[in-house]
């Protein structure tokens, strides 16, 4: 695999924690699969390639990808424009987040004892999920750019739902992190678009 596939990964996790806050937003439903996938990257320290965070493949993150195509190829009738925005939003929330010590230090501690929690109850449990969503609250909720989700209110206003979001939003910066760590740039989102494609068709079909 190379650098550019390792970061279209990463990437992808953006994206795909942005579709299914999206998805949560507008409709209350998300696939357990991808939900499991999402919340697992957030516990894998020493992965051997960026694939392991997700799982070992790159299934669950289909949507994620169709989401980054539409993106650059900047097609306005499939443009996926709230999925963008916290894509976008995650990525500078990242950026952020990289200058706070004492936030990193906290989601460091924090994260093991998610990870008995889930030895205990299983990855997609409402436990798993409340105590990520508020690891999310206690940190990045707290620096000063927020990100505004948009959707139906009868569904935000679901503690369980808001949960699930803050807990993906959580997930959707770590890999933001991961993507950075691999060398990606907010650049190559404008300039290096079209060799961005060339490598992610390709990948969408598996």
């Known amino acids: 695999m190379n650098p550019i596939q390792e970061q279209l ?16 937003a507008k409709t209350g439903q998300s696939a357990e699969a991808a939900m499991g996938c999402m919340l697992g990257s957030l516990l ?13 493949d790159d299934l669950n993150l289909r949507d994620g990808y169709r989401a980054m195509v539409s993106a650059l190829e900047r097609d306005p009738a499939s443009l996926q424009r709230e999925p963008l925005r916290y894509a976008l939003s995650m990525l500078n929330l990242e950026r ?26 299983g990855i ?3 436990n798993v999920i409340a105590a990520s969503g508020a690891l999310y609250q ?11 989700v ?24 770590r890999s933001a992190r991961l993507w950075r760590q691999l060398g990606g740039h907010r650049w190559q989102l404008v300039f290096s678009r079209r060799k961005l494609l060339k490598e992610l068709y390709p990948m969408m079909r598996g």
């Open 138 to 148: 206690d940190t990045l909720s707290t620096l000063r750019q927020r990100i505004q």
């Open 150 to 173: 948009q959707g139906d209110m009868r569904n935000l206003q679901q503690p369980s739902n808001a949960a699930k979001i803050r807990a993906l939003l959580l997930a959707g910066i």
């Open 44 to 56: 894998i320290r020493d992965p051997k390639d960026t694939l392991e965070v997700f799982g070992g």
């Open 96 to 121: 952020q987040l990289s200058k706070r010590d004492d936030l990193l230090d906290v989601i460091g501690r924090r994260l093991p004892q998610i990870q008995s929690q889930v030895e205990h109850f």
């Open 9 to 24: 990964i990463a990437l992808g996790g953006v994206f795909q924690a942005a579709v299914l806050v999206d998805r949560i």
């Open 124 to 126: 997609t449990h409402e």
